[in-house]
C-alpha cells in the first residue's frame, strides 16, 4: 500500500508539473481573447459580428495543425517510454520538417481566398469586407504554426513545459498592447479598427515566438528535441506516420463544432435570447475545462510514456490522478454554481431576467463536467495507446445522438433551452460509459502492455 501510495504521488506530481504552466498559458490567452473583444466592442459594435463570424473559422483550421500534431506528440511520448532514441529522433525531426506544409496553404487561403469562404458562410455583404480584412490581416500567423505546433510538442513530451507560459504571457501582454495602438489609434498610430486588432495579433505572434525559439535552442531539458542531423534526414514518411494519427483527432475536433453549430441552430428556434444564454453559460464553464484540459494534455504525455514502456500501473494511475484532479475542479465549479450563480452570471450580463432564470442552467453544466471531465483525461489516454480512431468515432456518434436528444426534448418535449443542456448531459455521460469501458479494455488486454500483472 505504501508503494501504491508513493506511485500515486509520483503521478500527481508529474502530472501538475506538465499541466500548471499549461494552465496558466490557457487562462491567460483566454483574459487577453476577453480583453481583445471589449476593445472591439468599446470601438464599434459591428466588430463583434466581424469577430464572431471571422474567428470561429480561422480557429477551426487552426486547430487542425495543432490535432495534427497530436500524432507526433503520441509516437515521440511512446518513444521516450520505450527508450527508443532513434524513433524518437525520427518523429520529432520528422515533425519540424514537414508541419510547414498545410499551414503554408491555410496561409494562402486565407490572405488572397477569405472572401469566397465567408460568403459560403453565409456572411452578410455590410460584414464580408471586413471579414475579408480581418482574415487577410491575421493569416501570416499561419506562417509560424507549424514551428508553434512542433516546439509545443517537444516542450510537451520533453514534461518542460514552463516556457510555454511565458510565450503565452509574452504574446498575451504584447496583443493587448497593441490591440489598444492599433484598434483606437493611441500614441500617435493609426486607427485601424478590426484591421488593427489582426495586425495587433499577427505582430504579437512573431514577437512571442522570437522568445519560444530562444527557449528552443538554449533549453537544457528538452529531451525529444532532434539533433540538426535527424531534421535533415527526416524522412516524409514518418511525418504522414505521425499525421495519420493525429488527423482523427483533427476529425473529432470537426465533429464537435459541427454538432455544436448545430445546437446554436435549435437554440436560434426557441428563442432570440436561447443563444445567448448557451453562450453565457459555457463562458463560465470553459474556465473549468481549460484546467481540466491541461490535465488532459499532461495525460496524454505520460500514459504514452507508459504504452512505450508497457507500464500498466503508470497508465493507469496517471488516469486516475488526473481524473481525481478533475473531480476537484468540477466539485470546486459545482459549489460556485450553487452559492453564488446570480454573481456570477452577472458578469456576462445586466438582464435581470437571464440572471434571475440561468442559476439552473449553471448548475446543469457543472454536474455534466463530471462525465465531461472523464472524457477529456480517458480519451487523452486512449489516444496515447495508440488508438486515435476510437474517439473520432464517439464523437462522432455523440454529434448525431446530442442533435437528436435536443431535437426530442425541445420540439417533442418542449423543454426549450433546459432540453439542449439535458441533451447535452445525455451525451456527456453516454461516451463517457463507452469510453471508460474502452479504457478498461486497453488496460485489461491491450498486448503493448504484454503479460504484466494487473494492479489490484
Request: glycine share 8%; charged share 15%; net charge positive.
Amino acid at each position: 500500500m505504501k508503494d501504491k501510495n508513493q506511485n500515486y504521488r509520483t503521478y500527481f506530481t508529474r502530472l501538475l508539473a506538465i499541466a500548471v504552466p499549461l494552465i496558466l498559458s490557457n487562462v491567460i490567452n483566454q483574459v487577453q481573447m476577453l480583453i481583445d473583444r471589449i476593445f472591439l466592442g468599446q470601438a464599434n459594435t459591428l466588430y463583434m459580428a466581424v469577430l464572431g463570424n471571422s474567428s470561429s473559422p480561422l480557429w477551426t483550421t487552426m486547430s487542425v495543425c495543432f490535432s495534427i500534431a497530436t500524432g507526433a506528440s503520441i509516437l515521440i511520448s511512446q518513444s521516450v517510454g520505450a527508450k527508443d532514441d532513434k524513433k524518437k529522433e525520427e518523429f520529432s525531426g520528422a515533425l519540424l520538417k514537414y508541419s510547414h506544409i498545410l499551414p503554408f496553404a491555410l496561409f494562402l487561403l486565407w490572405f488572397f481566398g477569405s472572401r469566397p469562404v465567408f460568403r459560403l458562410l453565409g456572411v452578410s455583404d455590410k460584414l464580408i469586407g471586413m471579414c475579408a480584412d480581418y482574415a487577410r490581416y491575421s493569416s501570416p500567423v499561419f506562417l509560424l504554426l507549424g514551428l508553434g505546433c512542433s516546439f509545443t510538442v517537444i516542450f510537451q513530451t520533453s514534461n518542460h513545459t514552463k516556457h510555454l507560459a511565458i510565450w503565452s504571457v509574452l504574446r498575451s501582454a504584447f496583443n493587448i498592447f497593441l490591440d489598444w495602438l492599433l484598434i483606437f489609434g493611441n500614441l500617435g498610430f493609426p486607427a485601424m479598427g478590426i484591421k488593427g486588432a489582426a495586425l495587433g495579433t499577427a505582430i504579437a505572434e512573431y514577437l512571442g515566438g522570437l522568445y519560444l525559439t530562444f527557449a528552443y535552442f538554449k533549453s537544457g531539458k528538452l529531451g525529444t528535441r532532434p539533433s540538426m542531423p535527424a531534421v535533415k534526414e527526416a524522412k516524409v514518411k514518418s511525418y504522414l506516420i505521425s499525421a495519420r494519427l493525429g488527423i482523427n483527432t483533427a476529425l473529432e475536433d470537426f465533429c464537435w463544432n459541427l454538432g455544436n453549430l448545430a445546437i446554436i441552430r435549435i437554440l436560434n428556434s426557441i428563442n432570440e435570447l436561447a443563444a445567448g444564454i448557451y453562450s453565457i453559460i459555457f463562458s463560465v464553464e470553459v474556465l473549468a475545462v481549460v484546467v481540466i484540459g491541461s490535465l488532459g494534455n499532461g495525460t496524454l504525455t505520460l500514459a504514452s510514456e507508459a504504452v512505450g514502456q508497457s507500464d500498466k500501473k503508470q497508465f493507469k494511475g496517471v488516469c486516475v490522478a488526473a481524473y481525481t484532479l478533475s473531480l476537484a475542479v468540477t466539485f470546486a465549479m459545482l459549489c460556485a454554481s450553487i452559492l453564488c450563480p446570480r454573481w456570477i452570471i452577472s458578469v456576462f450580463t445586466k438582464d435581470r431576467g437571464i440572471i434571475a432564470t440561468s442559476g439552473i442552467y449553471l448548475l446543469l453544466i457543472s454536474i455534466n463536467l463530471i462525465s465531461k471531465s472523464g472524457n477529456i483525461i480517458i480519451g487523452s489516454a486512449i489516444r496515447g495507446s495508440g488508438d486515435t480512431r476510437w474517439m473520432f468515432f464517439t464523437q462522432l456518434f455523440g454529434t448525431f445522438f446530442v442533435i437528436a436528444c435536443a431535437c426530442f426534448f425541445v420540439y417533442s418535449l418542449k423543454l426549450g433551452i433546459t432540453g439542449v443542456f439535458l441533451a447535452v448531459i445525455a451525451d456527456e455521460g453516454v461516451r463517457f460509459a463507452v469510453n471508460f469501458g474502452k479504457f478498461m479494455r486497453i488496460y485489461k488486454k491491450s498486448p503493448v502492455f504484454g503479460d504484466q500483472e494487473e494492479i489490484k
